[in-house]
């Protein structure tokens, strides 16, 4: 065994009708392509709802984490749904709670608020991403 | 039957892929909300598709409760196949690549940010979305 570094799919939930569901998927495109590139990685989350075999895999295969838009939980439900627990789940609204100043705005796009929202959320995810992307590895 | 829903609510549900990981979905996702806050804004409604699985009785009955469009940004087809599995048949079903071949224009490339080309192709495709709610209504 030794340590090296993991993917870690961390997939939004999805809304398409609410300002947390767009700040949830936001946040996922500021890891994969700002903070954690080539570590974090994402899928399409319907495709866990038509059991496809590559997003059923990659989810099998390393650590998740879901951002959801409201409530209802999607994301993580989906995830679960197939069996398998995620490393964490977040609610986007709890970005915003702790963020008061970035009251973010938009539906189909951020506002500018949200994308700022959005940058500070990934930001402070990173170092979750950092634990469970240095796990145990078969060699 | 699905005169009889038309007549009842006069509306027509969109169900939208999300499609979070490719840059169709998220084009489909553009259009959806186009048709839906400004092109056909008293006439459709919509729903988060992963709903379909996390939600309750009400969310499951959406396609039987409204004719339903499903549009999805790839082949593998997550809205068509998941709203017919969990909810109901769709009235229709579109696909964007399909649109994008008809109208002879370019695949996007970005996730978020879409350029202005981009946002143009998500008004072109919102128009056909719009033509498909017409004709259901019309029905
Ligand atoms: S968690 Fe809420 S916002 Fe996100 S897809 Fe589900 S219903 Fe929509
Ligand atoms: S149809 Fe394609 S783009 Fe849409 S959610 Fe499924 S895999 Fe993603």
Same mark, same amino acid.
């Given at each position: ?16 009708? #609410? ?11 500021? /890891? ?6 080539? *570590? *974090?990685?994402?899928? %399409?989350?319907? /495709? ?6 590559? +997003? ?17 939980? %999607?994301? &993580? #439900?989906?995830?679960?749904? &197939?069996?398998? #627990? ?5 609610? +986007? ?8 100043? /970035? ?18 959320? +990934?930001?402070?995810?990173? &170092?979750?991403?950092?634990? /469970? +992307? ?6 | 039957?699905?005169?009889?829903? !038309?007549?009842?609510?006069?509306? !027509?549900?969109?169900? =939208? ?10 084009? =489909? ?41 499903? !549009? ?8 068509? $196949? =998941? ?17 994008? =071949?008809?109208?002879?224009?370019? $695949? ?16 072109? !495709? ?14």
């Amino acid at each position: 065994m030794s340590r090296e570094t993991r993917k870690v799919v961390v997939i939004p939930c999805s809304g398409i009708g #609410k300002v947390y569901g767009a700040l949830a998927r936001e946040t996922v495109y500021e /890891l994969m392509e700002r903070v954690r590139p080539g *570590v *974090v990685v994402t899928t %399409c989350l319907p /495709l866990l709802m038509i059991d496809d075999p590559e +997003a059923l895999q990659l989810i099998t295969g390393n650590p998740v984490i879901t951002i959801d838009g409201c409530p209802s939980g %999607c994301a &993580h #439900k989906n995830v679960e749904t &197939h069996g398998i #627990k995620v490393a964490l789940t977040c609610q +986007a609204i709890n970005f915003y709670k702790a963020h008061k100043e /970035l009251k973010p705005g938009g539906i189909a796009e951020l506002d500018e608020n949200g994308r700022k929202l959005a940058a500070v959320a +990934a930001d402070e995810l990173a &170092h979750t991403v950092d634990e /469970l +992307a240095q796990g145990e590895v078969e060699k | 039957m699905i005169t009889l829903n !038309v007549l009842k609510v006069g509306k !027509v549900g969109i169900v =939208s892929c999300s499609g979070e990981a490719i840059p169709e979905g998220t084009l =489909s996702r553009l259009a959806c909300r186009k048709v839906l806050d400004e092109l056909r804004p008293d006439q459709t409604v919509t729903i988060c598709l992963p709903l379909f699985i996390a939600g309750g009785t009400e969310e499951r009955n959406f396609a039987r409760d409204f004719p339903t469009i499903t !549009v999805d940004g790839c082949e593998k087809q997550c809205a068509r $196949k =998941s709203t017919e599995k969990l909810s109901g048949k769709p009235g229709k079903s579109l696909l964007i690549p399909e649109i994008l =071949s008809r109208h002879g224009i370019a $695949k996007p490339v970005n996730l978020r940010n879409l350029r202005p080309e981009e946002k143009a192709t998500a008004q072109v !495709v919102a128009e056909e979305i719009a033509r498909a709610v017409d004709e259901i209504l019309k029905k």
